[in-house]
């Protein structure tokens, strides 16, 4: 008399689905953490990446004429940055942007001139100050040589993007792992912000009040080499002092040629790089 009664309360209450496996835990994961950290040990690869920026404080890049008088300052800004890096260990990285050809170990960038001479970014009397206004040109390569002097390239970008990731799943196209997912609003946060070293000020500024999302799509080539990253970061609420925070991030990195890049740096280069950057010029005495 038992037996149907205990079938009925077995019917009744199945057996609850497994829960998800903790970010660090998932397969997906693990697999992105693996490409990320092979792509930052191999001795060289090359990497193009895009950035692009959308949101009514995003200045628009310098070879825009300016708005128009009694323009709408709420229209949503765009700037967008696309550049390739060859990275080599033991090397400076060597960027190529636009028309823009250029060197950095560490914290130092040197750049070709227009007159094919290499000139070091930060030193006043080659740098010297430009009115978007008057000269669009000067104005626009020096926003070039700042990108190319503190953007993050694809290996420092993905350094600990395991630990920013809320949820993944993994699919099999051709041999290669597609990896699907999102990301923790802290994740989104930090990952909207502008690629600067220890730079802030992007999609998202952690904020309590704005509500930060963001997704992703990473491509594992069959051999284990990350082969493109692409996300998508998306900030809305009140920032600071009660600004409105409404911003768009789009990255794109392809990377190819792991282990096989090869950039030789220009004799002349070298030479130029052992000189002292000159002072900044000191201002007359006040009377």
């Not at 636009?98 to 750049?111: H, N, P, Q, S, T």
């Amino acid at each position: 008399m038992l037996l149907l009664p205990l079938l009925l309360l077995v019917i009744q209450d199945p057996v609850p689905a497994a829960a998800p496996a903790a970010p660090a835990n998932n397969p997906a994961v693990q697999a992105i953490r693996t490409a990320a950290n092979k792509l930052s040990e191999a001795a060289s690869y090359t990497v193009q990446q895009t950035v692009l920026d959308e949101g009514p404080d995003v200045a628009p890049p310098a070879d825009q004429p300016p708005p128009a008088a009694g323009a709408d300052a709420a229209t949503p800004g765009k700037s967008s940055v696309v550049f390739t890096a060859h990275v080599q260990k033991g090397k400076p990285t060597h960027f190529q942007q636009d028309k823009m050809e250029a060197w950095r170990e560490g914290d130092v960038l040197f750049y070709r001139t227009s007159a094919g001479t290499w000139e070091r970014f930060g030193d006043p009397a080659a740098n010297p100050k430009a009115d978007p206004k008057a000269d669009p040109d000067a104005a626009r390569n020096m926003r070039l040589r700042m990108n190319l002097a503190r953007t993050q390239v694809a290996h420092e970008m993905l350094a600990g993007l395991d630990k920013k990731i809320a949820t993944a799943n993994e699919t099999k196209e051709g041999g290669k792992s597609v990896i699907t997912g999102s990301f923790t609003p802290e994740g989104a946060a930090s990952l909207g912000q502008r690629f600067s070293k220890g730079g802030t000020g992007g999609a998202g500024d952690g904020s309590k009040t704005v509500d930060t999302t963001g997704t992703f799509r990473v491509v594992v080539a069959a051999d284990g080499n990350l082969e493109s990253m692409t996300y998508d970061v998306v900030a809305k609420g009140t920032g600071k002092d009660g600004v409105a925070v409404d911003r768009k991030r789009h990255v794109e990195l392809k990377v190819s040629a792991v282990g096989s890049t090869t950039m030789e740096v220009p004799a002349d280069l070298k030479t130029k790089a052992t000189d002292k950057p000159k002072d900044q010029p000191k201002e007359p005495p006040k009377n």
